[in-house]
């Protein structure tokens, strides 16, 4: 269960459209459906959803599981790097969502697997079948996936075990002081925004490893080494020591005046031990087109 404090800057605010902000992840008809079915209390009391909240009430809320929809197979191209029985590596787009979410019913990384793969590890249910990590939207790069439940606890655990090597390009702004550092600050939801990570005393511990690559001045190009694997990690570190990702809207400051769609970042490396064969494996991939025109014309800048 979750209690949430109304402050004046909720007054008035719809406890369904509060829920809203707070759960974006949930569509507004199934959180009044939890509404309605007492799984949401105001003041310890069953109410409806469109009650108005006053500062000083309390809203304690504990969902049930949501009906997991229907991930269908599309005839998606796939950009395959490796693949054999145990595991399938594939370098996603930029724009394409790992597995469906709210806003996201099709179009995945998953979808694609599903026409690809005949069959894909089920431990983490229909929408994410064989989905062991993922990567951002926007974010480009390597992405594992495990086609059976062996593979997948192998390689939960070695992420678990932070043995898995994952190494990142990204172009931030401004220019760093020193040519490497680590950056070691726990990260939890943002407080007043859960649609954005923060770095948070009581969140989960996230470590990041950074290298100077190339400077451009108003830019630096850097290698980043994820010693654990949060959500939005890269991005909302950078963040905190000043130096947000190119194009990040969510943790940046304004539109990049190179037009890119999302982060500039890369998951250039991916390394593990293989389940079976039980011998490392590391796997590669290039900068992507855009990535690489935005570099070329820093460097003829500079």
Same mark, same amino acid.
């Given at each position: 269960?979750?209690? !949430?404090?109304?402050?004046?800057?909720?007054?008035?605010?719809?406890?369904?459209? +509060?829920?809203?902000?707070?759960?974006?992840?949930?569509?507004?008809?199934?959180?009044?459906?939890?509404?309605? =079915?007492?799984?949401?209390?105001? *003041?310890?009391?069953?109410?409806?959803?469109?009650?108005?909240?006053?500062?000083?009430?309390? $809203?304690? =809320?504990?969902?049930?599981?949501?009906?997991?929809? @229907?991930?269908?197979?599309?005839?998606?191209?796939? %950009?395959?790097?490796?693949?054999?029985?145990? /595991?399938?590596? /594939?370098?996603?787009?930029?724009?394409?969502?790992?597995?469906? =979410?709210?806003?996201?019913?099709?179009?995945?990384?998953? *979808?694609?697997?599903?026409?690809?793969?005949?069959?894909? %590890?089920?431990?983490?249910? $229909?929408?994410?079948?064989?989905?062991?990590? #993922?990567?951002?939207?926007?974010?480009?790069?390597?992405?594992?996936?495990?086609? *059976?439940?062996?593979?997948?606890? %192998?390689?939960?655990?070695?992420?678990?075990?932070?043995? /898995?090597?994952? #190494?990142?390009?990204?172009?931030?702004?401004? *220019? !760093?002081?020193?040519?490497?550092?680590?950056?070691?600050?726990?990260?939890? #939801?943002?407080?007043?925004? #859960?649609?954005?990570? =923060? /770095?948070?005393?009581?969140? &989960?511990?996230?470590?990041?490893?950074?290298?100077?690559? @190339?400077?451009?001045?108003?830019?630096? !190009?850097?290698?980043?080494?994820?010693?654990?694997?949060?959500?939005?990690?890269?991005? $909302?570190?950078?963040? %905190?020591?000043?130096?947000?990702?190119?194009?990040?809207?969510?943790?940046?400051?304004? &539109?990049?005046? +190179?037009?890119?769609?999302?982060?500039?970042?890369?998951?250039?490396?991916?390394? +593990?031990?293989?389940?079976?064969?039980?011998?490392?494996?590391? +796997?590669?991939?290039?900068?992507?087109?855009?990535?690489?025109?935005?570099?070329?014309?820093?460097?003829?800048?500079?």
């Amino acid at each position: 269960m979750e209690r !949430f404090e109304i402050t004046e800057k909720e007054r008035k605010a719809r406890l369904d459209m +509060f829920l809203l902000e707070m759960y974006p992840e949930h569509t507004r008809s199934y959180l009044q459906k939890e509404i309605k =079915a007492g799984n949401v209390l105001l *003041n310890g009391l069953k109410t409806r959803p469109g009650v108005s909240l006053k500062p000083g009430d309390t $809203v304690d =809320a504990e969902f049930s599981e949501p009906e997991e929809p @229907e991930v269908l197979p599309e005839d998606i191209p796939l %950009s395959i790097v490796y693949e054999d029985q145990d /595991v399938i590596l /594939v370098d996603k787009p930029k724009g394409m969502v790992v597995h469906p =979410a709210p806003g996201h019913t099709s179009g995945t990384l998953v *979808n694609a697997l599903l026409y690809h793969c005949t069959d894909l %590890s089920g431990i983490n249910g $229909v929408l994410r079948p064989g989905i062991v990590h #993922r990567i951002d939207k926007d974010t480009t790069g390597i992405v594992i996936a495990c086609k *059976n439940d062996k593979a997948h606890i %192998s390689l939960s655990e070695q992420l678990a075990a932070h043995t /898995v090597t994952r #190494r990142y390009y990204a172009l931030v702004h401004g *220019n !760093f002081r020193d040519d490497e550092g680590t950056v070691d600050a726990p990260i939890g #939801r943002n407080r007043t925004d #859960r649609k954005k990570m =923060a /770095v948070d005393p009581s969140g &989960k511990e996230a470590v990041t490893h950074y290298r100077v690559l @190339e400077r451009f001045g108003q830019y630096t !190009f850097i290698e980043c080494r994820l010693e654990t694997g949060r959500t939005h990690q890269i991005r $909302v570190h950078m963040s %905190s020591i000043g130096h947000p990702l190119l194009g990040d809207l969510q943790y940046g400051s304004g &539109k990049s005046p +190179f037009h890119t769609e999302g982060q500039c970042l890369h998951a250039y490396v991916l390394g +593990f031990i293989h389940p079976s064969a039980g011998e490392y494996m590391e +796997f590669t991939s290039g900068l992507p087109d855009y990535f690489k025109k935005i570099l070329d014309t820093l460097r003829k800048d500079c």
